[in-house]
């Protein structure tokens, strides 16, 4: 590595390097009309989303109802950009109390140091180590499968990651000279967490939460799948492949409309995540 | 050996505060056991959950149970009179285990291979489809390629069962989902691991002293490579006991994971507690296989024990 390559990465910012990224870009597009789709629905969907048309049920799809529609004679479409405003919302907002848990916890861990920050980490460790997934089921049926607590529950077990990443990060931080000058000037803690630590970290933060979105839609889509998720009529892309599943034999469209739309933004997400890590995380380098 | 005292030592705070979150929850899942359609007459109700030693203030009903764990006691189940939750677990957990074992395995035998075959020929053909297919296996959940699978190889062709467990034709459509998803992040891993490894010095040094490249790469670099890719075992099993869950109830397994379902939906909070005790328990000495497993490869790990 010589030393104009470094100068002309350094010269120019994580945008243009992220725009360079086809595919980040155009995933970032999918994303965006999706979720504008989906949080349009009820302006735009074709049919109100629980509205029964028993006459045409389990129709295959047709100039009327471009998706076809399920065996209450539902319109698919309609119910595809219902559950997706469901399924972005558990995305988005589970990764943010995800997030939330995981820097307090992260830069708390780095903040305290010495052995209570390992033993912080090491319980980080070993929660990471057990079966999760039973405790969101258990705790969605608790409280009574509402959407709140199903946000709740799903970003509750994700901070894991974040957190060591978080404490990683702030660990460096921490030990750098601009935080211990202003260490010196005397500046309170809080005030180190606010202007030095958080625009620091927000790339890394970016990253993390990028890619935490799809772990998370995967977790509440398995559990709307075991049938312990949303609840009708209320429908979620987990929830819509599972029902799919269960008669694809006479409307294979009902399982596969679901599964591309849910697959397409898993992938796209990885995508985005994978571009925003390589252009603005100094320490990954594309090779 | 004295480490894994430790390790071993370790899990038993970890399964206490187990048992105790699941406990809370799972007696705090509204509606109890005896709840049917039909309401019990009172005094029955009283003296089963009297029987069932539900009538005790909980703080003493989860002594009892630890008491009882503790000598390999899970309780009696409530959804199956007169079978105790050891039973019922004891039925079902060769299904499950064979099913996890069958899936990690072939997961390895298709990832580990197809990630060194990538890594082989960087961005030829022989990179860019293998890795396109395991982005798509990352992308695709468990219960979408489980469907489709059954959809092509049992409903299209006929050569497969699409349901059902008594025979080994029966392994192959649930084998093949979870170990195919499982293999697609193994692969990834295996070879961004062995990018890595193969610009290291030492490498470089072997092939310089004419070692055979054949020999560079599996016996001095894939070592080196595979540590990552053994440290991910233990999260694979987790993702697996997961996957477990969707896959027996969608090929009809009478697996750990239906139980648990269905124990969740009949309220059986012994039933509950001891399946996941015992997941607990799995992932845990996983975990420390995985890590026993990278100790033995890396000499510098062991060392620092």
């Excluded at chain 1, 399920?70 to 319109?75: E, T």
């Excluded at chain 2, 469907?147 to 190889?153: K, R, S, T």
């Amino acid at each position: 590595m010589s030393e104009p390559v470094v100068e002309s990465l350094a010269s120019e910012s994580g945008w243009q390097r992220f725009r360079r990224d086809r595919a980040a870009v155009w995933s970032g597009w999918f994303l965006v009309s999706i979720a504008a789709v989906c949080f349009l629905s009820p302006l735009i969907a074709p049919y109100p989303y629980m509205a029964q048309d028993l006459a045409h049920s389990a129709a295959a799809p047709s100039p009327a109802h471009w998706l076809g529609t399920d065996l209450l004679g539902r319109d698919v479409l309609s119910r595809l950009l219902q559950g997706g405003m469901i399924s972005l919302c558990v995305g988005l907002i589970a990764t943010s109390v995800a997030l939330a848990v995981g820097i307090c916890y992260g830069v708390l861990a780095a903040e305290v140091g010495g052995r209570a920050e390992d033993a912080l980490m090491r319980f980080v460790d070993i929660v990471s180590t057990l079966p999760l997934t039973l405790i969101v089921i258990l705790c969605t049926v608790v409280f009574g499968q509402n959407m709140p607590m199903i946000f709740l529950a799903v970003g509750g077990v994700s901070w894991l990651t974040m957190a060591r990443i978080i404490r990683n990060q702030t660990r460096e931080l921490k030990a750098s000279q601009f935080v211990q000058a202003a260490e010196s000037l005397g500046q309170s803690r809080w005030g180190i967490f606010c202007r030095h630590y958080l625009p620091n970290l927000a790339g890394t933060i970016a990253v993390c939460a990028t890619l935490t979105v799809p772990g998370v839609m995967l977790l509440e889509a398995f559990v709307s799948f075991l049938g312990l998720g949303v609840k009708a009529p209320m429908t979620s892309w987990g929830l819509m492949i599972k029902e799919g599943a269960d008669i694809m034999e006479e409307c294979p469209w009902l399982l596969i409309s679901p599964s591309v739309v849910f697959a397409l933004t898993l992938l796209s997400l990885n995508f985005l995540g994978d571009g925003l890590r390589d252009a603005f995380d100094p320490r990954s380098s594309r090779k | 050996m004295a480490y894994v005292l430790r390790r071993l030592l370790e899990m038993i705070p970890v399964l206490l505060i187990v048992v105790a979150a699941t406990f809370f929850l799972a007696h705090a899942v509204p509606g109890g056991p005896f709840d049917k359609d039909r309401p019990l007459p009172a005094e029955v109700k009283a003296r089963l959950e009297q029987y069932y030693g539900l009538d005790q203030p909980l703080p003493v009903q989860l002594g009892n149970y630890v008491v009882n764990l503790a000598q390999g006691d899970l309780g009696p189940s409530i959804k199956y009179p007169g079978w105790s939750v050891r039973e019922v677990i004891g039925s079902r957990i060769g299904v499950s285990a064979s099913l996890g074992l069958v899936s990690l395995l072939l997961a390895v035998l298709i990832g580990v291979p197809v990630g060194v075959l990538a890594a082989s020929r960087p961005n030829s053909w022989l990179d860019r489809v293998p890795m396109g297919f395991t982005l798509v296996g990352i992308c695709v959940p468990s219960f979408v390629l489980g469907p489709v699978l059954a959809l092509i190889f049992s409903l299209g062709l006929g050569w497969l069962p699409p349901c059902g467990w008594g025979s080994a034709i029966h392994y192959v459509l649930p084998a093949c989902t979870l170990g195919l998803i499982t293999a697609a992040p193994l692969a990834r891993l295996t070879r961004g691991s062995l990018m890595e490894v193969r610009s290291l010095d030492y490498v470089r040094t072997a092939r310089a002293k004419g070692v055979p490249p054949l020999r560079v790469w599996f016996v001095h670099a894939l070592r080196n490579a595979l540590l990552p890719v053994v440290t991910y075992l233990g999260p694979a099993a987790a993702g697996l006991v997961s996957g477990s869950f969707v896959i027996e109830s969608l090929f009809d397994v009478p697996g750990m994971g239906r139980l648990f379902v269905t124990a969740i939906i009949n309220r059986d909070v012994m039933l509950i507690l001891g399946t996941t005790i015992v997941y607990a328990v799995a992932l845990l000495f996983l975990n420390l296989a995985a890590d026993l497993a990278n100790a033995a490869l890396n000499p510098k790990v062991a060392r620092s024990r």
